[in-house]
């Protein structure tokens, strides 16, 4: 019979000591200082991500519509007021009254019978029963429905009579007013002989 083999007997484990540690082999030993010089270089990244960051923030914030120092800034479009575009509106929307021609006025064309003459007598001389020497000037008055038109002229010719002698003559009518002579002279056969005039024609010059 096999006689049994001797089981080796349990060695004590080595005790680990800190000179053992400094001493041990460099690829076996535990590298402690990359991992904080990793540490160093992470916590400067973002430490400048931070500074970079904060820059970027403030630079947006002043990159705006505010004017800068020594340079000028285009202001944008100015908007209207609301009073101005209140009164644009409302006078946009207010249609003006149509505006109507005046009425052409209907003028009139004078006949004989729209003129009434006086004779007023400025001076007389009479020579006892052989007659008078009369200084004298027509009165004309316009008795005619129609207003003439002033922008024609027409020609009244008139007679007087009740003077020594015929006496014939004339005077313009434009409008309203009448162009006669200032003084006209006459002669009667009697001191009470009268003057009279009366409208023979009528003519547009």
């Not at 004298?136 to 010719?157: A, C």
């Amino acid at each position: 019979m096999t006689e049994p083999q001797a089981q080796p007997e349990p060695q004590p484990a080595p005790q680990t000591h800190p000179e053992a540690t400094d001493t041990a082999d460099p690829q076996t030993a535990p590298r402690k200082k990359p991992q904080v010089r990793w540490i160093i270089a992470g916590v400067a990244v973002l430490v400048l991500l931070l500074c970079f960051g904060g820059c970027g923030a403030l630079l947006a914030t002043t990159s705006g519509d505010e004017p800068v120092a020594g340079k000028t800034v285009a202001s944008a479009a100015p908007q209207a007021h609301p009073a101005t575009s209140a009164a644009t509106t409302t006078a946009a929307a207010t249609t003006a009254p149509a505006t109507t021609a005046p009425p052409v006025p209907a003028y009139g064309t004078p006949t004989k019978s729209d003129f009434m003459l006086k004779v007023k007598i400025l001076k007389k001389k009479c020579f006892g029963s052989a007659g008078c020497n009369i200084t004298y000037r027509i009165d004309v008055t316009y008795t005619g429905d129609v207003d003439l038109d002033p922008s024609k002229t027409y020609e009244v010719t008139y007679q007087v009579k009740g003077a020594e002698d015929p006496i014939i003559n004339t005077f313009e009518v434009s409008g309203d007013s009448a162009s006669v002579q200032q003084e006209e002279t006459a002669g009667t056969k009697r001191s009470g002989d009268k003057l009279t005039a009366v409208v023979t024609d009528v003519s547009e010059l």
